[in-house]
């Protein structure tokens, strides 16, 4: 019983504070990515129906369609629905019985996500079923807001079917790359996307509408409206692979950190990710709406004068650097105003990628994230 109130205080610590917001916009990460890519896992991370042509025609990909005609679903890729999982739990009886349960439907998910995620206690502990009980029991609207939303069969049907052709253009661009089996999970809002080297969580709480009434109880200093805005359904996917693959290639940083280093980092990654999610807007891989699209594109030119000085570019203080790079109401670097979106540092960086590769149109993908010198990538670059 001292066992169960050990794990029960170190539980409500975690409930209490419900989250921790470590890495990026949403791809809330253990990785130590040096921007919060939301996955906002957390990536996760994340555009409405309206698309203007500014957006359609500033960013489109400047490479041909993947052709995956002749490429199926590599069979690493599988998806578990642990949610449903859970619930498959209501009809055993002991906890050794759905101790097992949970081992046998993944062991390495289910061991991960009792003590690292959620932190419940030891996974091969039965105390921790018992936790995860009081989780379930605590966390009941988060878990019922789930199943009417992004967790229902419907949505999850269509997310896998978008993620699995997203996975088959990956494995076309680079076939030597792993792709993981993705999990979709309850994280009791801790993490939105956790990338692990054979499998992707994608926390499904993260994306249950920007609109839905559990959000307006969550603390507004860890849940600031701009944050709240970004939890859409239509954004889990994209927000899950960009994460991913952010985390996958976090080595090709470079070490120096320095801002142009990030620009030529995050502008590889959305470029990848727009070629894998060729349906996915600009605005909605950058978690912007449409308006906020536009803008950066009216104003790139102003925004690189901002960027472009020595000082600025190859600057190495990560208080400064991460001005560009961090998720909030707006950009809070140089003299950027606070009608811009956030994060205009990825954005240069995207756009400085794309015109890097429309003049290489032969460098294979592989080759492109290999590339860690800004140099000709700052040559090709005329806003």
């Known amino acids: 019983m001292a066992n169960v109130r050990k794990h029960a205080a170190q539980a409500g610590k975690i409930w209490k504070s419900l989250f921790i917001f470590v890495i990026e916009t949403r791809v809330l990460s253990k990785a130590t990515l040096p921007f919060r890519t939301d996955l906002r896992v957390c990536n996760k991370l994340f555009h409405g129906a309206l698309w203007v042509t500014l957006a359609l025609a500033g960013c489109t990909n400047p490479t041909s369609e993947v ?28 906890l050794e019985d759905k101790l097992d349960a949970l081992m046998q439907a993944d062991s390495a998910f289910w061991t991960t996500w009792c003590e690292g995620i959620l932190r419940l206690g030891p996974a091969e502990d039965t105390a921790s079923v018992t936790m995860l009980g009081e989780f379930e029991r605590t966390m009941q609207p988060m878990l019922e807001g789930i199943d009417s939303t992004s967790g229902s069969p419907e949505s999850l049907q269509n997310a896998e079917r978008r993620m699995a052709l997203a996975m088959r253009r990956m494995h076309v661009l680079m076939p030597d790359l792993a792709l993981p089996r993705v ?26 509408g920007n609109e839905h009434p559990l959000l ?50 995050w ?20 978690n912007w709406t449409s308006e906020e699209w536009a803008w950066a594109m009216d104003q790139e030119r102003s925004i690189w004068r901002e960027l472009q000085p020595q000082d600025v570019l190859f600057n190495r203080n990560p208080r ?62 005329r806003p």
């Not at 692979?241 to 801002?259: K, N, S």
């Not at 990628?353 to 010198?373: K, Y």
């Open 320 to 381: 400064e650097v991460m001005r560009w790079f961090q998720e909030g109401p707006f950009t809070r670097a140089g003299a950027i105003p606070q009608d811009s979106p956030d994060r205009l540092g990825m954005f240069v960086g995207w756009r400085m990628v794309e015109s890097f590769v429309r003049a290489n149109p032969g460098m294979s993908t592989a080759d492109l994230m290999a590339q860690t010198n800004p140099d000709p990538f700052l040559r090709g670059y």
């Open 67 to 94: 052709d995956i005609s002749s490429t199926p679903l590599p069979p690493s890729v599988t998806f578990l629905r642990w949610n449903e999982t859970l619930h498959d739990l209501e009809r055993i009886e002991t």
């Open 183 to 208: 999990v979709w999970m309850p994280s009791g809002f801790n993490f939105a996307v956790y990338p692990e080297a054979d499998w992707l969580g994608v926390a499904l709480e993260w994306f249950m």
């Open 267 to 286: 502008g590889k990654v959305l470029h990848v990710t727009a070629r894998c999610l060729p349906e996915t807007t600009p605005a909605g891989l950058m």
């Open 216 to 265: 307006e109880t969550l603390p507004p200093e860890k849940f600031p409206a701009y944050r709240l805005n970004r939890m859409r359904q239509e954004w889990m996917v994209s927000d899950a692979f960009r994460g991913w693959f952010a985390v996958q290639h976090q080595g090709a940083m470079g070490t120096d950190r320095r801002t142009v280093d990030l620009m030529l980092f």
